[in-house]
């Protein structure tokens, strides 16, 4: 996707790829990985189309801290 990734419609058209790519593999939901700020995005977009959606799995990317 050649757009901001910041930009709500960018998160949508992801949401719909993954969607279509679930939907040609015939799984039953699909796990999408997103940082906070994007997953943000995702989830209120996913919030907003609760039947299209409703089978991708948004989970937040979680960077571990080092402690020296």
Do not use: G
Not at 15 to 43: E, G, H, N
Not at 46 to 62: D, G, M, N, Q, V
Request: charged share 20%; proline share 4%; hydrophobic share 40%.
């Amino acid at each position: 996707i050649n757009a901001p990734a910041t930009n709500m419609t960018t998160v949508h058209e992801i949401l719909v790829r993954s969607k279509s790519i679930k939907d040609s593999l015939q799984l039953k939901s699909i796990s999408l990985v997103f940082d906070q700020a994007l997953y943000m995005k995702a989830t209120k977009i996913r919030w907003k189309y609760p039947e299209t959606f409703s089978e991708c799995a948004l989970f937040i990317h979680s960077v571990p801290f080092s402690q020296s």
